[in-house]
């Protein structure tokens, strides 16, 4: 079993930039492919972004292509989600998830066995 915790969100301006990350526990961590997912106020949980256990894959919603790059350091059991050029319509709590064991990346939230607490992004305009 693996334990997420977000941290990095915040308020930020229109235009700016947030760099959240996600801490993992267990010793398995460099097995789980890790997705980033948010849900904004009154609305369902989106993917955002995945990157394969190996850090060989990256996979992003179409709409945010461009903006949003995942990392991870399997060394230090943390992955990353980059966010610039931001809009008032990130706002959202974001979450990031797990997915074991040697799987490949998933879009949906289902196929994710392990979910952080979350972290708020506010985007002002």
């Known amino acids: 079993q693996v334990q997420l915790v977000e941290s990095g969100g915040g308020l930020v301006q229109a235009g700016g930039s947030l760099r959240l990350s996600c801490a993992a526990s267990g010793r398995t961590f460099s097995t789980y492919t890790m997705g980033w997912f948010r849900q904004a106020p009154g609305k369902e949980r989106e993917f955002v972004a995945a990157?394969?256990?190996?850090?060989?894959?990256?996979y992003y919603a179409d709409s945010l292509k461009g903006r949003f790059t995942v990392s991870r350091d399997n060394a230090k059991n943390a992955v990353y989600l980059q966010m610039n050029s931001l809009k008032p319509e990130d706002t959202a709590v974001y979450y990031c998830a797990a997915r074991p064991i040697y799987t490949n990346i998933a879009r949906s939230a289902i196929d994710y066995d392990y979910w952080g607490q979350g972290t708020q992004v506010t985007v002002s305009s």
């Open positions: 990157i394969r256990w190996n850090g060989a894959y990256t």
